[in-house]
T-cell receptor
Framework: GESVGLHLPTLSVQEGDNSIINCAYSNSASDYFIWYKQESGKGPQFIIDIRSNMDKRQGQRVTVLLNKTVKHLSLQIAATQPGDSAVYFCAGSSGNTPLVFGKGTRLSVIA | SAVISQKPSRDICQRGTSLTIQCQVDSQVTMMFWYRQQPGQSLTLIATANQGSEATYESGFVIDKFPISRPNLTFSTLTVSNMSPEDSSIYLC???????????FGQGTRLTVV
């Protein structure tokens, strides 16, 4: 089955620096991944997604990189801001199966 | 993107009682799911809510404890039955359509069982 996990439970960065959050997955059949941001008291908010036929996808201040060889993906946040402080989850699926979520990384931005 | 509304947003319930959580989507969606998120942890899928048929439950979750309804393509309910303090958690509804790339979430229902 699918298993998605994160390398680090917490990450502290200085405001203005870039943040990198990592995620590993176990199911080589996984073909779709999403990064979510969850602020306290709220539901997960979609940030960016990527399909397995891509290695990289960019959004506004965010980039997701997918390395299928080692089953790893990362979320890069450029010029991290205090409003980026939250818990970030990666989630993956294969075909039409429901998303499986990783454990989450808490990002703290130091002003 | 779909807008998902959950009710109630929070509740405090007595053990042994049941609570029904409602999930309303502002557009027709193919797929609706219910997740549980225990404090400080990730999301765990409870079940897929199927329109017009019984929900599909994940390992560790059973219909008697978490009955689910989905009468149409925009609405679903999750009932937490015979509650105990161990059921204290955040319950989240999500929705999406086959072929779409995004799964959207409601704001969650924070349940405390005393």
């Amino acid at each position: 089955g699918e298993s998605v996990g994160l390398h680090l439970p917490t990450l502290s960065v200085q405001e203005g620096d870039n943040s990198i959050i990592n995620c590993a997955y176990s199911n080589s059949a996984s073909d779709y991944f999403i990064w979510y941001k969850q602020e306290s008291g709220k539901g997960p908010q979609f940030i960016i997604d990527i399909r397995s036929n891509m290695d990289k996808r960019q959004g506004q201040r965010v980039t997701v990189l997918l390395n299928k060889t080692v089953k790893h993906l990362s979320l890069q946040i450029a010029a991290t801001q205090p409003g980026d402080s939250a818990v970030y989850f990666c989630a993956g699926s294969s075909g039409n199966t429901p998303l499986v979520f990783g454990k989450g990384t808490r990002l703290s931005v130091i002003a | 993107s779909a807008v998902i509304s959950q009710k109630p947003s929070r509740d405090i319930c007595q053990r042994g009682t049941s609570l029904t959580i409602q999930c309303q989507v502002d557009s027709q969606v193919t797929m609706m799911f219910w997740y549980r998120q225990q404090p400080g942890q990730s999301l765990t899928l409870i079940a897929t809510a199927n329109q017009g048929s019984e929900a599909t439950y994940e390992s560790g979750f059973v219909i008697d404890k978490f009955p689910i309804s989905r009468p149409n393509l925009t609405f679903s309910t999750l009932t937490v039955s015979n509650m105990s303090p161990e059921d204290s958690s955040i319950y989240l509804c999500s929705a999406g359509s086959q072929g779409e790339t995004e799964a959207f979430f409601g704001q969650g229902t924070r349940l405390t069982v005393v």
